[in-house]
């Protein structure tokens, strides 16, 4: 069974940095894609940083800002995050996709003060 545990939320001052972590385990099959999303208070859930073999794409409030990257190895994506601003506060998630699945994290928490 496919797990994804993620890390590295927290509350932290406009202008900063988090990076966020996505560990999977549990995986049979080859990783087709891998994405970041979020979702605020009383919004829907938004793609915010997706990686695949067709390449990386930014939702256009957060390019030039967050980076999405990976491990291989460790089966482990990352959302750097830079310059943070009270709009990015959110419930961040990870997802990766198989051939026969969708898989998600539980989330976890990233609240920027002003």
């Known amino acids: 069974q496919v797990q994804l545990v993620e890390s590295g939320g927290g509350l932290v001052q406009a202008g900063g940095s988090l990076r966020l972590s996505c560990a999977a385990s549990?995986?049979?099959?080859?990783?087709?894609?891998r994405a970041w999303y979020r979702q605020a208070p009383g919004k829907q859930r938004e793609l915010v940083a997706a990686?695949?073999?067709?390449?990386?794409n930014y939702a256009d409030s957060v390019k030039g800002r967050f980076t999405i990257s990976r491990d291989n190895a460790k089966n482990t994506v990352y959302l750097q995050m830079n310059s943070l601003k009270p709009e990015d506060t959110a419930v961040y998630y990870c997802?990766?996709?198989?051939?026969?699945?969708?898989?998600w994290g539980q989330g976890t928490q990233v609240t920027v003060s002003s």
């Open positions: 990686r695949s073999g067709g390449g990386t």
């Open positions: 549990g995986i049979r099959f080859s990783i087709n894609s």
């Open positions: 997802n990766m996709q198989d051939s026969l699945s969708d898989y």
